[in-house]
């Protein structure tokens, strides 16, 4: 919404309230005037105001444009002051279409925007119930029947008669329950199925949104003018519990982004260790897997001279020495045995190179997503380097099993314990790394009594 849009929408709603005030202070019937007058163009103008800064905040999102329509709506409802004939049957007619945006409102929260079937057929019912719902009875309600002997003569009355009037009444008090009912089956089901950063988001706006609403049933089936102003505050503070929904989701959306980056960083990072992994496989290893084949050549060559022997041996001895350090690297930074053939064998391959006797538990029946498997063999990785270097262990258990949706991996072992994850660079940069696949990191090491490191990593 462009700005001068914004101010025309805005000068319209503060002349709506105005008009409000001038119509209640000049009622005939109106009890309670200066309350009503005050309280009746805040609610509007509550939602109108909310409804303008999540508009201007989300221009894509339906939801801010909802609450300035149901703000105008319910300046509409409260022209029920007026002593004419005319604005008085508008109000009590359309007037509910404040209750039909409202429905509309919840249902589609919190993007504005319908998402089933189901979610438009109640909101169709709800704009057709709220204006109609107790039209039939108006036909035969008269200003004594609404005990409002002052109140003008609706437009709609045909005669009034006390038993069709009731009968009309309960009509429309059982089409608002019927509707509730719907609503509520439907807003339990999917506040359950929402996931928690939902959930925080829903929850006000929820409760807030079928308390109205259950106050306006109570108050329309005739519960007098305490149910009203119960509802009247009610709906005052809603918009500010949409608002507040709002604020959460973004804050949650933004979570969500945090996480993405995190993980794209951390994909970025496996692919370049691929990368170099395969680069030094290739390229550097495989030159000095031949350099060896050619000293190998040379010193059957050199029998006649035991000097260059020696010389040679020497020089082979180094170059297995350096061929087998490249190796090791080449593992740490991204063993080709994880991408080739699963997190099972990498970790069979890494257990054998402890240097402590080590057991491992490994229950994964079928390949794991990428991020997963690398995520979980680093755990281990850096697990064993940290009992191998400053345990002083006799023996270690590896442990990696699927259990509900998610890896579990332990690495334990029987040492002197006392490690601390605040004091390692590896633990931390460990836990950066699990956190940005969404899981946990713990771990356990009281003062003599071993170590245990655990990670839940999501799959």
Not at 265 to 272: C, K
Not at 275 to 304: C, F, N, P
Not at 380 to 404: F, I, P, W
Request: glycine residues 10%; neutral net charge; hydrophobic residues 50%.
């Amino acid at each position: 919404m462009t700005p001068a849009r914004m101010w025309a929408v805005a000068v319209a709603a503060a002349a709506a309230g105005v008009a409000v005030c001038v119509i209640v202070l000049e009622s005939d019937h109106q009890v309670a005037k200066a309350a009503f007058a005050i309280f009746g163009p805040a609610v509007g103008w509550g939602f109108i105001g909310t409804g303008l800064y999540a508009w201007r905040r989300e221009p894509g999102n339906r939801t801010g444009m909802l609450m300035v329509l149901l703000g105008f709506a319910w300046f509409l409802s409260t022209l029920e002051a007026s002593d004419s004939p005319l604005l008085y049957t508008l109000a009590i007619t359309g007037g509910g279409l404040w209750g039909s945006l409202f429905l509309h409102l919840g249902v589609s929260f919190p993007d504005g925007r319908l998402k089933s079937s189901l979610d438009r057929w109640i909101v169709r019912a709800g704009y057709v119930i709220f204006p109609l719902a107790f039209a039939p009875g108006l036909l035969f309600t008269g200003p004594e029947q609404f005990d409002c002997p002052r109140c003008p003569e609706s437009l709609l009355l045909i005669r009034p008669d006390d038993d069709l009037a009731r009968l009309g009444m309960a009509l429309g008090g059982l089409l608002y329950g019927s509707l509730f009912v719907i609503v509520l089956v439907r807003t339990v089901r999917y506040w359950r199925a929402a996931d928690p950063f939902e959930r925080l988001q829903l929850t006000p706006v929820y409760v807030s949104a079928l308390f109205t609403f259950l106050l306006v049933i109570v108050a329309r089936s005739g519960a007098g003018a305490a149910a009203w102003w119960a509802a009247f505050v009610a709906a005052w503070l809603t918009p500010f519990a949409f608002l507040g929904g709002l604020m959460r989701r973004r804050i949650s959306v933004l979570v969500e982004e945090l996480h993405a980056s995190r993980a794209r960083i951390v994909e970025a990072g496996d692919a370049a260790r691929r990368k170099l992994e395969r680069d030094l496989h290739d390229g550097a290893q495989s030159r000095l897997v031949a350099l060896a084949l050619l000293l190998r050549s040379a010193r059957s060559r050199a029998d006649g001279d035991p000097k260059l022997a020696e010389l040679l041996d020497r020089a082979s001895d180094e170059l297995a020495t350096s061929l087998e350090e490249l190796r090791e690297l080449a593992r740490g930074i991204h063993p080709a045995v994880l991408s080739e053939r699963g997190l099972e064998p990498a970790l069979q391959a890494l257990v054998s190179r402890a240097p402590l006797p080590v057991t491992l538990e490994a229950r994964t029946d079928e390949r794991l997503p990428g991020q997963v498997e690398s995520t979980a063999y680093f755990v281990v990785s850096e697990g064993l380097t940290n009992v191998a270097k400053y345990a002083q262990a006799t023996h270690a258990t590896v442990s990696v099993e699927r259990v509900d949706g998610s890896v579990m991996v332990e690495v334990a072992d029987d040492g002197v314990g006392g490690a601390d994850a605040a004091t390692g660079s590896g633990l931390r940069g460990l836990a950066d790394r699990v956190a940005a696949v969404q899981g946990t990191l713990w771990l356990d090491s009281p003062a003599g009594r071993g170590t245990r490191l655990r990670a839940r990593i999501p799959v």
